[in-house]
């Protein structure tokens, strides 16, 4: 069995993208890395080369940004083709996976590898908001997509590299794993995220108001958003540590949930029920 993992990068510097978290986060688990690194405006392609690992691959490519969302798409079908692995494992350059599910994940694939009945795995989502100890699973979220899909030429990217679908237009026959993809999209200071909204609205995601695009992002009141008590991947490690909204949020958890068992036992478990609250809904 031979493993690809893929993505797509650009800008990743200038918008806060922790794209080689990212990679290194899979990298054990893959034979070979396909990185399509579009022209940007600052360093990235100079970034990814700081991964000097053979299994890596960089195509450079010129993104349109007149293809609107559907670049996005095209660009991940461009990395997909480079795979030459039986499965192809995409992950966008805000997503992580935790060291302690690839042991996991590549039982599912070797089990599976002649299985006709599995074109894909899906993954349980954290979207990580505001700090690196809270998530939103309340409306507007995705909790739940697929990121590993069988490489045989018949499934192809979508919906704004959303998702993943079968080329002969029948239904993707996806299993179900235990694993999180950690979303960390939304963990930036409000200036950065606030220039991530532009980008989004250039690119046709999101369409924005006068005062969404002058001012700096506002989280909102976090303490409406359930805590996570697990651990992240440990190649977070130290941009968690650097983040200090977070390390103040987490002094405000530790206070509040002291005796609860999964903050004591630090279990990796997010609510299984949509939650309500007052901040806005955003696309996640």
Same mark, same amino acid.
């Given at each position: 069995?031979?493993? %690809?993992?893929?993505?797509?990068?650009?800008?990743?510097?200038?918008?806060?993208?922790?794209?080689?978290? /990212?990679?290194? %986060?899979? #990298?054990?688990?893959?034979?070979?890395?396909?990185?399509?690194?579009?022209?940007?405006?600052?360093?990235?392609?100079?970034?990814?080369?700081?991964?000097?690992?053979?299994?890596?691959?960089?195509?450079?490519?010129?993104?349109?940004?007149?293809?609107?969302?559907?670049?996005?798409?095209?660009?991940?079908?461009?990395?997909?083709?480079?795979?030459?692995?039986?499965?192809?494992?995409?992950?966008? %350059?805000?997503?992580?996976?935790?060291?302690?599910?690839?042991?996991?994940?590549?039982? #599912?694939?070797?089990?599976?590898?002649?299985?006709?009945?599995?074109?894909?795995?899906?993954?349980?989502?954290?979207?990580?908001?505001?700090?690196?100890?809270?998530?939103?699973?309340?409306?507007?979220?995705?909790?739940?997509?697929?990121?590993?899909?069988?490489?045989?030429?018949?499934?192809? /990217?979508?919906?704004?590299?959303?998702?993943?679908?079968?080329?002969?237009?029948?239904?993707?026959?996806?299993?179900?794993?235990?694993?999180?993809?950690?979303?960390?999209?939304?963990?930036?200071?409000?200036?950065?995220?606030?220039?991530?909204?532009?980008?989004?609205?250039?690119?046709?995601?999101?369409?924005? /108001?006068?005062?969404?695009?002058?001012?700096?992002?506002?989280?909102?009141?976090?303490?409406?958003?359930?805590?996570?008590?697990?651990?992240?991947?440990?190649?977070?490690?130290?941009?968690?540590?650097?983040?200090?909204?977070?390390?103040?949020?987490?002094?405000?958890?530790?206070?509040?949930?002291?005796?609860?068992?999964?903050?004591?036992?630090?279990?990796?478990?997010?609510?299984?029920?949509?939650?309500?609250?007052?901040?806005?809904?955003?696309?996640?």
């Amino acid at each position: 069995m031979k493993i %690809s993992g893929f993505t797509i990068a650009r800008d990743c510097l200038k918008y806060n993208y922790p794209v080689l978290e /990212s990679i290194q %986060s899979i #990298l054990p688990l893959c034979d070979e890395f396909i990185v399509n690194v579009g022209r940007s405006s600052d360093r990235t392609l100079e970034l990814i080369k700081t991964l000097k690992d053979p299994k890596i691959r960089i195509i450079e490519t010129q993104w349109d940004l007149a293809q609107k969302p559907d670049m996005l798409t095209y660009q991940t079908n461009v990395a997909l083709k480079e795979c030459k692995g039986d499965w192809a494992f995409y992950l966008q %350059s805000d997503e992580i996976i935790h060291e302690r599910d690839l042991p996991t994940l590549k039982r #599912l694939m070797q089990k599976h590898v002649n299985d006709p009945s599995v074109d894909a795995f899906r993954f349980r989502w954290l979207h990580f908001y505001g700090s690196y100890w809270r998530y939103r699973i309340d409306a507007g979220w995705f909790q739940k997509q697929d990121r590993i899909i069988r490489n045989n030429g018949a499934i192809e /990217s979508c919906t704004d590299a959303f998702t993943f679908r079968r080329k002969d237009g029948q239904e993707l026959r996806r299993m179900k794993t235990p694993c999180f993809i950690y979303h960390y999209g939304w963990v930036h200071p409000p200036a950065i995220m606030q220039q991530r909204r532009i980008n989004a609205e250039n690119i046709g995601f999101v369409t924005l /108001s006068e005062k969404e695009r002058e001012r700096e992002y506002d989280y909102g009141n976090l303490d409406e958003l359930p805590a996570y008590f697990g651990t992240h991947p440990s190649v977070m490690e130290k941009l968690i540590e650097a983040h200090e909204p977070s390390r103040n949020d987490r002094k405000t958890i530790d206070r509040k949930w002291w005796w609860y068992p999964p903050r004591i036992l630090k279990i990796r478990y997010k609510s299984g029920r949509r939650e309500k609250t007052s901040l806005k809904t955003v696309k996640g």
